[in-house]
């Protein structure tokens, strides 16, 4: 390949180096630590595979560099700029990747060929039978020289690693939604290629013949440097992915690093990356993905909110939601308020289980296995629900909270089913001391459970005070959280008989619960909803500026946490909410919203 023009650092000014400014400033809020030391990882790793092969070519005369065209010092006869371009292309595809996987746990992909369909087993079979067969065919090619010897020597530098990595991942990027695997690759493969287009047509180089075949994709961009570029963003995509992979088994196997390791060390990495399938703790990883599938269909704004912590914290957070969901719906779902208060005992009895009668000091984790799953086939325990109730984190947990979440649900009983033709239905909340009672039984004690999980999972060691500081105000908090959910839920509340406005605030407007129940649309409703809304906002403003204290690997996702949640409450005093599709006539916050308002929470915070 000879190239023909006198700067040809000016590609990178023009193309690569904007490209990839612009992919760092849209990430930047969003990029951690962990993903700047997977992206160095993948950098060095491409650098000193790819300078070999390009040297070769060089060498060889594929490749050529007359001296007026470049402008650098050469290592092992490679241009400064060739150099240069593995280190953005990488960069750049990584963004990429990061960009597109950001939202996934990747830990619920892993997989091994027992809990693998046949369809998956194939496809991995056939991945390894195409890569051979790609190995076999870039031989020949070189092997007889002349025109296709540039295209088997690409095809015979990369497939090695590729089959490497697809042989220890082939199951998990199988499993892997395709756009995560597939966007990155095709993105920076399609750019190149248009940039390469670009420079063939205004006569920037020119590839010489006698090694090439000579087919052209379109115009001037022969299909050489086509798979040139699709394969060596497959080798960074597929690098990724296993490092993701490792660090999914890392996080399955909680044993084989410190829990607050943010950067595993590249001893418990490689380890993980060379871990065999069939020993990963599919129990474990099946739980974790019914937690998710949960938590995507119950809370939208918190499965995004979820995104933007670190891994263990981030599997524990939900773990944690998928427990309180999953206690609230055996309550909820029960036909009779009898049935439910009887799984209120039962998870109750669940929870002196699982905890010694040292306050917050769990049970031995070697005995606690076989006595809970003799616990919940005893109590008839639905097995929908079973891992969520085992995979909660109770060791890193205060069983305080949990038993106060337990009373919220009874506050919850004591609304009547048939609210629309008794007299006597008792309506709990009367006043504001019963609505902040109610709301710090279901949601501050939420909100100081993930603070604990946050506590121990963070780099920094806060003194006790300001725990307690941050304790208080996650309390605060969740009254302001539940107030929008009140807000926000009036009419689906009133739907299944409920009224959670203060009877005193009902009164002064001259109505009932039983209005409410019947109307929950007339204007009066309105008029409180926004008045909730205020009180939420209050106590809102109580709690936020506490939450600067947050260590700051864990302030910035804790902020967007809250913030997805109060834009709820934001549009619904805008009245711009939009109908939910999942449950009808629930208001929800556009998806190009809540990403706004995560990004530019976490730029500032």
Same mark, same amino acid.
């Given at each position: 390949m000879t190239m023909l023009s006198s700067n040809c650092s000016s590609r990178h000014l023009k193309y690569t180096i904007p490209v990839a400014g612009l992919l760092t400033f849209i990430l930047g809020p969003l990029l951690t630590r962990l993903d700047l030391y997977k992206t160095l990882i993948l950098i060095f790793v491409a650098f000193f595979a790819t300078l070999p092969w390009d040297s070769y070519l060089i060498r060889h005369g594929v490749w050529t560099y007359p001296p007026d065209v470049i402008i650098g010092p050469r290592l092992f006869d490679v241009p400064a700029e060739e150099l240069f371009f593995f280190v953005i292309q990488t960069y750049i595809t990584s963004m990429l990747y990061i960009l597109s996987n950001k939202p996934v746990l990747h830990i619920q992909y892993l997989t091994n060929e027992h809990g693998s369909s046949l369809a998956y087993h194939w496809r991995r079979t056939l991945g390894q039978v195409f890569l051979v067969g790609c190995l076999a065919a870039g031989l020949s090619l070189v092997r007889k020289g002349g025109e296709g010897t540039y295209l088997g020597l690409i095809i015979l530098w990369a497939c090695p690693f590729m089959l490497l990595t697809w042989t220890f991942s082939g199951y998990f990027v199988v499993r892997l939604p395709v756009f995560c695997v597939a966007n990155p690759i095709l993105l920076s493969?399609?750019?190149?290629?248009?940039?390469?287009?670009?420079?063939?047509?205004?006569?920037?180089?020119?590839?010489?013949?006698?090694?090439?075949?000579?087919?052209?994709?379109?115009?001037? $961009?022969?299909?050489?440097?086509?798979? @040139?570029?699709?394969?060596?963003?497959?080798?960074?995509?597929?690098?990724?992915v296993a490092l993701d992979r490792a660090l999914a088994v890392l996080y399955t196997?909680? #044993?084989?690093?410190?829990?607050?390791?943010?950067?595993?060390?590249?001893?418990?990495?490689?380890?993980?990356?060379?871990?065999?399938? #069939?020993?990963?703790?599919?129990?474990?990883?099946?739980?974790?993905?019914?937690?998710?599938?949960?938590?995507?269909?119950?809370?939208?704004? @918190?499965?995004?909110?979820?995104?933007?912590?670190?891994?263990? $914290?981030?599997?524990? +957070?939900i773990l944690l939601y998928s427990y309180c969901r999953v206690a609230d719906d055996l309550v909820d779902e029960s036909s009779t308020a009898s049935i439910a208060l009887t799984w209120i005992k039962k998870l109750s009895d669940y929870l002196d289980l699982v905890y010694c009668a040292e306050v917050n000091t769990p049970r031995p984790s070697s005995t606690s296995?076989?006595?809970?799953?003799?616990?919940?086939?005893?109590?008839?325990?639905?097995?929908?629900?079973?891992?969520?109730?085992?995979?909660?984190?109770?060791?890193?947990?205060?069983?305080?909270?949990?038993?106060?979440?337990?009373?919220?649900? *009874?506050?919850? +009983?004591?609304?009547?089913?048939?609210?629309?033709?008794?007299?006597?239905?008792? @309506?709990?909340? *009367?006043?504001?001391?019963? +609505?902040?009672?109610?709301?710090?039984?279901?949601?501050?004690?939420?909100?100081?459970?993930?603070?604990?999980?946050? @506590?121990?999972?963070?780099?920094?060691e806060l003194p006790e005070y300001q725990r307690a500081l941050l304790v208080r105000a996650s309390q605060t908090m969740g009254h302001a959280l539940q107030y929008v959910n009140i807000a926000r839920d009036i009419l689906v509340d009133a739907n299944l008989g409920r009224v959670y406005l203060p009877t005193n605030w009902l009164k002064q407007e001259g109505l009932t619960p039983q209005d409410i129940i019947k109307d929950p649309t007339q204007t009066k409703v309105e008029k409180l909803r926004q008045k909730l809304l205020d009180r939420a906002f209050n106590e809102y403003e109580r709690s936020r500026?506490?939450?600067?204290?947050?260590?700051?690997?864990?302030?910035?996702?804790?902020?967007?946490?809250?913030?997805?949640?109060?834009?709820?409450?934001?549009?619904?005093?805008?009245?711009?909410?939009?109908?939910?599709?999942?449950q009808q006539a629930r208001a929800t916050v556009a998806l190009t919203r809540r990403l706004w308002v995560a990004w530019k929470t976490l730029l500032t915070a």
């Open positions: 493969t399609l750019y190149l290629c248009v940039v390469d287009e670009l420079a063939l047509a205004r006569g920037t180089w020119a590839i010489e013949s006698g090694t090439k075949l000579g087919w052209r994709v379109w115009g001037n $961009l022969e299909i050489e440097e086509a798979v @040139f570029f699709l394969v060596t963003n497959a080798l960074i995509v597929f690098g990724l196997h909680p #044993e084989m690093s410190t829990a607050k390791e943010e950067i595993p060390r590249l001893t418990h990495l490689f380890d993980s990356l060379l871990a065999k399938p #069939e020993d990963l703790d599919m129990v474990r990883v099946r739980g974790i993905r019914e937690a998710i599938g949960i938590l995507r269909r119950k809370s939208r704004s @918190f499965y995004l909110a979820s995104s933007v912590f670190p891994g263990r $914290l981030r599997i524990d +957070l296995t076989n006595v809970t799953d003799e616990f919940m086939e005893e109590n008839n325990f639905p097995r929908a629900t079973r891992s969520a109730l085992k995979l909660l984190p109770v060791k890193l947990l205060p069983r305080g909270p949990l038993y106060e979440l337990l009373e919220g649900f *009874k506050m919850d +009983l004591s609304f009547s089913q048939n609210a629309l033709t008794q007299q006597d239905v008792r @309506f709990p909340i *009367k006043d504001e001391a019963d +609505l902040e009672l109610y709301a710090h039984r279901v949601a501050s004690t939420v909100g100081e459970l993930c603070l604990w999980l946050v @506590f121990h999972y963070s780099q920094t500026a506490t939450m600067n204290i947050l260590p700051r690997d864990i302030r910035g996702p804790m902020i967007v946490a809250v913030e997805s949640y109060m834009e709820i409450g934001r549009v619904l005093r805008a009245k711009t909410s939009v109908s939910s599709k999942s």
